[in-house]
C-alpha cells in the first residue's frame, strides 16, 4: 500500500523557517517524480514545487521561487521542503505527492498533509 | 502565466448528470486530469488524461477535452459525490509549471 507521511509542519513567525518531510513507503520511491502542492484555509489547491526522480530536474511556483527549496534522499524515501522568508500568505496544508512520470502524468496518491501556520 | 478557469459551484439533483468545465487556451493540447476533495480529505484523482478513470472509480465519472474546454462529467450523481473538484495540467509553455483550477463545488439538491 502506497503510503506518504508529512511532517514538520507548525507555528512559525513571519520571516522564520521551517523544514518539511515527507516519509513514502509500499511503492519504489527511486521511481517517481514527486510534488508538495499547498492549500490555504479555505482555498483551491496549488502546486509549490517538483523534483524528478533522480532530482535532475526541479521547479517551483513563482510565489515561493528563491525562498523554498525542494529535496529528496532516495536512500531513505524520502521528500523535503525547506520554507525559508516565510509570508503569512504561506500559512497553507502542504500535501506531499506523487505523480505518475514527470510533467505529464497525474498526481496519483497524497499524503494527509501537513499545516503550516505563519503568524507573529 | 497558464490560467484554468472552473466556475465556483455546480448543482445537480440526484440522478442527474453534473458536468463540471475547465477552460484553458487550447487546453485540448494538454493532457487534463481531475480530482475530488471532501472536506477535512486530501484530494484523490478520479480522471487523468482527459478520459482515463483510475482503478477503484466509478464509471459514472467520465472526462473529455477539446478545444478550450475540458470536462468532468458524472452521471446519476449520488449524495456522495458533492464534494469540491479541481482541473489540473502541467504547463511548459513558458516555464514549468503546475497549473490547478480554482475548483468547483459540486452541491447534490
Known amino acids: 500500500e502506497v503510503q506518504l507521511v508529512e511532517s514538520g509542519g507548525g507555528l512559525v513567525k513571519p520571516g522564520g523557517s521551517l523544514r518539511l518531510s515527507c516519509a513514502a513507503s509500499?511503492?519504489?520511491?527511486?521511481?517517481?517524480?514527486m510534488n508538495w502542492v499547498r492549500q490555504a484555509p479555505g482555498k483551491g489547491l496549488e502546486w509549490v514545487s517538483s523534483?524528478?526522480?533522480?532530482?535532475?530536474?526541479?521547479y517551483y511556483a513563482d510565489s515561493v521561487k528563491g525562498r523554498f527549496t525542494i529535496s529528496r534522499d532516495n536512500a531513505k524515501n524520502s521528500l523535503y521542503l525547506q520554507m525559508n522568508s516565510l509570508r503569512a500568505e504561506d500559512t497553507a496544508v502542504y500535501y506531499c505527492?506523487?505523480?505518475?512520470?514527470?510533467?505529464?502524468?497525474?498526481?496519483?496518491?497524497w499524503g494527509q498533509g501537513t499545516l503550516v501556520t505563519v503568524s507573529s | 502565466s497558464y490560467v484554468l478557469t472552473q466556475p465556483p459551484s455546480v448543482s445537480v439533483a440526484p440522478g442527474q448528470t453534473a458536468r463540471i468545465t475547465c477552460g484553458g487556451n487550447?487546453?485540448?493540447?494538454?493532457?487534463v486530469h481531475w480530482y475530488q476533495q471532501k472536506p477535512g480529505q486530501a484530494p484523490v484523482l478520479v480522471v487523468y488524461?482527459?478520459?482515463d478513470r483510475p482503478s477503484g472509480i466509478p464509471e459514472r465519472f467520465s472526462g473529455s477535452n477539446s478545444g478550450n474546454t475540458a470536462t468532468l462529467t458524472i452521471s446519476r450523481v449520488e449524495a456522495g459525490d458533492e464534494a469540491d473538484y479541481y482541473c489540473?495540467?502541467?504547463?511548459?509553455?513558458?516555464?514549468?509549471?503546475?497549473?490547478f483550477g480554482g475548483g468547483t463545488k459540486l452541491t447534490v439538491l
Open positions: 505527492a506523487r505523480a505518475v512520470g514527470f510533467w505529464s502524468g497525474p498526481i496519483d496518491y
Open positions: 509500499g511503492f519504489t520511491f527511486s521511481s517517481y517524480s
Open positions: 523534483i524528478s526522480s533522480s532530482s535532475s530536474y526541479i
Open positions: 487550447n487546453i485540448g493540447s494538454k493532457s
Open positions: 488524461d482527459d478520459s
Open positions: 489540473q495540467v502541467w504547463d511548459s509553455s513558458s516555464d514549468h509549471r503546475g497549473v
